[in-house]
């Protein structure tokens, strides 16, 4: 059986976009395009799974809920959580997760938005 997420759906969806402004600037990739129910080219893909990911790994938000917030089947969720896991070896990329990681975690000890998140 799936967690269940105890969040409210509103305070996932502000974390989402959270997200995905880091993302957006880190890969120069619309924030848009990144929450658009069509696929879009491979850096849009890209960069939703590393804002997919971030969802899971920094606010621990179950991945039924991620697809939720992002318009897709958690199996989605799943796989572009296992996609940027593999992809940490590269030492570029981890170091850029490593940066928006701690960014975030910032933005969200200060309660920028204003929500308890």
């Known amino acids: 059986m799936r967690k269940k997420n105890p969040t409210p759906f ?3 969806t502000a974390r989402a976009h959270l997200v995905v402004s880091t ?12 929450l658009s129910h069509k696929k ?9 799974q590393i804002a ?6 920094i606010f621990g938000s179950t991945k039924t809920r991620i697809g ?4 897709r089947h958690f199996s989605t969720v799943s796989h572009a959580c296992n996609v940027i896991e593999e992809q940490r070896d590269d030492p ?6 490593i ?10 000890n200060a309660k920028l938005l204003g929500l308890n998140i």
Request: aromatic share 10%.
């Open 10 to 12: 509103y305070i996932d």
């Open 23 to 34: 993302v957006s600037l880190e890969f120069s990739v619309p924030e848009n395009q990144i």
């Open 40 to 48: 879009g080219t491979s850096d849009i893909s890209f960069g939703r």
């Open 52 to 57: 997919m990911y971030l969802m899971h790994c």
């Open 68 to 71: 939720e917030v992002f318009g």
């Open 92 to 97: 570029v990329l981890d170091s850029k997760l």
């Open 99 to 108: 940066a928006m990681e701690n960014r975030l975690r910032q933005m969200t």
